[in-house]
């Protein structure tokens, strides 16, 4: 080894570290600088479109030599820490800590957010409407479970908003203090992470009893207290919180499991660079009611990527749509399309407009979709 050439190239990456360290503080300075121009003008912290530019702006300018993923993920910290020194926030999620919801959230808001666990999904959405949270991260749909149906009822109970959304890989793990599988008696688990390994589960360990559990950290705890025989499934991070090893490791069925995640908030956002729109409504009592929205989008060229239908509480047979278009219908182009779909509506509600999200691949390095 050629150590004069070592410490040579030690000491050129100690100039860069003083250098980086230099400018970050810079700035941070004027990331401070902008939070007391927000506070004044009373403008929100998060920028979800904002922050998608900064990230392609800068994927595009890198020559090369660090990854991409590595880059986004390195800016995801330093914007996290931005919003943090402009004001902090607290971001409410289903926990308790160690969830995939968790980590998602981590690894999209960054390191430097308030994170707040709460026990049920109702307890986001109660926390972020009273605006006893800035921000909430909850789970729409799954690739294999499709969708969470609570989060589209619970749209119509709070009167928040979408900022941003987000597609998280779900990679099950195994975890138990007993690395020997023919000792786990217990398996415990979210019921959708028990669906999504059960065939595993079958073939690994058939002796085991089946138990859900209200989170996959929740079962993480109950196998961390019951030890010798019991096992949990859930993100392979979680063993980082609790006494427990990856036993094996991607246990799920289908190798292609994702998860849509949406960032909310108590007010609608205001921007540029914004891809999608979702919408709640309800249909006039007739044939052909849902046929004529659909044609009305169809005629404006306008994609639909999500439309499901929800039973509407307290009136049975009846039924609110959520709705998902490739564009967004804010823009002045289309007040003409929303009038005419107001009309068409028995009610509508728009519940945001927002970028399309990046792909999270559970381990902290983000995909920009474009």
């Known amino acids: 080894m050629n150590s004069a050439r070592l410490t040579e190239i030690r000491e050129q990456i100690d100039e860069l570290d003083d250098r980086i360290v230099e400018i970050l503080n810079k700035r941070a300075g004027l990331s401070r600088e902008v939070g007391q121009i927000k506070s004044e003008s009373l403008d929100v912290v998060f920028k979800p479109f904002r922050e998608k530019e900064v990230l392609n702006r800068l994927a595009s300018i890198s020559p090369g030599i660090l990854p991409e993923d590595h880059l986004r993920a390195i800016y995801r910290e330093i914007l996290s820490s931005s919003r943090r020194l402009q004001q902090p926030q607290i971001v409410a999620y289903l926990g308790p800590e160690g969830t995939f919801t ?14 707040a666990p709460c026990q049920t999904l109702h307890d ?13 991260v909850i789970p729409l749909e799954n690739s294999l479970q499709g969708s969470v149906g609570q989060s589209l009822d619970l749209f119509l109970q709070y009167n928040v908003y979408i900022h941003a ?8 793990a195994l975890l138990s203090r007993n690395s020997d599988l023919s000792t786990v008696r217990t398996v415990y688990s979210h019921p959708q992470a028990l669906a999504q390994c059960s065939g595993w589960l079958r073939n690994n360990v058939p ?18 207290r019951e030890g010798q025989g019991a096992a949990a499934i859930g993100h392979p991070r979680l063993v980082e919180r609790y006494a427990l090893k990856a036993v094996a490791l991607d246990i799920q069925d289908l190798p ?3 998860t849509r995640f949406l960032v909310i908030g108590p007010t609608p ?32 060229g306008l994609n639909l990527t999500k439309l499901e239908s929800r039973p ?8 609110v749509f959520f709705m998902d278009v490739e564009s967004d219908l804010s823009q002045e182009q289309y007040e003409s399309t929303m009038h005419n779909l107001t009309k068409l509506c028995h009610t509508m509600r728009v519940l945001g407009s927002y970028p399309s999200g990046p792909q999270l691949y559970g381990n902290g390095v983000p995909q920009e979709q474009t």
Do not use: C
């Open 102 to 115: 968790h980590q998602a959230a981590l690894e999209y808001l960054g390191q430097s957010m308030d994170f």
């Open 124 to 136: 986001v959405f109660l926390n972020v409407a009273s605006r006893k949270a800035d921000l909430g």
């Open 165 to 172: 959304e987000l597609f998280s890989r779900i990679s099950h």
């Open 207 to 224: 002796q085991a009893a089946v138990i859900p559990a209200d989170s996959t950290a929740a079962a993480a705890m109950q196998a961390e």
């Open 256 to 258: 292609d499991n994702w």
């Open 269 to 300: 956002t205001v921007g540029s660079s914004r891809d999608k729109t979702s919408l709640l409504f309800t249909t006039a009592d007739r044939p052909g009611a849902l046929a004529a929205i659909l044609n009305l989008l169809a005629a404006q």
């Open 312 to 319: 509407l509480k307290g009136e049975k047979w009846k039924y």
